[in-house]
């Protein structure tokens, strides 16, 4: 069973575009809601992440938007680079409790 | 500050060896965790340990993976014997605690079964 459902599962944007990538979970039990970096060759690395008592944060370029009642949050990337092509990964968990489990994966590619 | 370290980055193997993946966690972190990531996909994770505890290995396949992690430090994956579909990049990671702080990856080890 996916638990957490991540579209498009490739993106192209011009230099400067925003972006947006969503996610879908099932499980109400989740509780933190990371987004995960991954350059070709690396291990993922933690970008943002939010929990469900706020609805949107924001840090540098990068903003998750979380909306509780549809069960779906989205990472927004703003003024995006080209140095920010690289596959995307939401995640769930459940503090203390569940791993994170993580969506498909988006794979950006910011043309320059 | 070294992250977290895994060994071999790269191995490649016939279908019915051994393979024995090593994992040395951030220092202090008690949570480490072993994800395998196939090809175009997300992460699944295979193992958690808190210390030298398991406590999630519901996703292990147990006829043919083993973990140990002695003295809650480091840990060993091993897959006995391997199959073409064990063909994958083998992530450990870990965390402080599993009380929600952030997780961090090593670089992965990439195996392919031929």
């Known amino acids: 069973q996916q638990q957490v459902k991540q579209s498009p599962q490739s993106l192209i944007v011009q230099k400067g575009g925003i972006p947006i990538i969503n996610c879908a979970y099932e499980?109400?039990?989740?509780?933190?809601f990371p987004w995960y970096q991954q350059f070709p060759g690396k291990g993922p690395a933690l970008l943002i992440a939010?929990?469900?008592?706020?609805s949107e944060k924001k840090e540098g370029r990068f903003t998750i938007s979380f909306n509780k009642s549809a069960k779906q949050f989205s990472l927004h990337i703003m003024d995006s680079q080209p140095g920010d092509s690289a596959t995307y990964f939401c995640?769930?968990?459940?503090?203390?409790?569940?791993?994170?489990?993580f969506g498909s994966g988006t794979r950006l590619q910011v043309q320059p | 500050e070294a992250g977290v370290v895994q060994s071999p980055r790269y191995k490649i193997i016939e279908k019915k060896q051994p393979v024995a993946f090593w994992c040395n966690p951030i220092?202090?972190?008690?949570?480490l965790y072993w994800y395998r990531q196939n090809l175009g996909q997300g992460p699944e994770l295979l193992i958690r340990?808190?210390?030298?505890?398991?406590?999630?290995d519901s996703q292990l396949p147990k006829d043919r993976f083993s973990a140990e992690r002695l003295k809650g430090v480091d840990s060993t994956l091993k897959i006995q014997p391997a199959e073409l579909g064990d063909s994958a990049v083998y992530l450990c990671?870990?965390?402080?605690?599993?009380?929600?702080?952030?997780?961090?990856f090593g670089e992965g080890s990439w195996l392919t079964v031929v």
């Open positions: 939010i929990r469900p008592d706020v």
């Open positions: 995640a769930a968990s459940i503090t203390g409790r569940r791993a994170l489990t």
């Open positions: 220092s202090g972190h008690n949570t």
């Open positions: 499980n109400t039990a989740f509780d933190y």
């Open positions: 340990y808190e210390n030298e505890e398991a406590v999630d």
């Open positions: 990671a870990s965390s402080l605690d599993s009380s929600g702080n952030t997780i961090y």
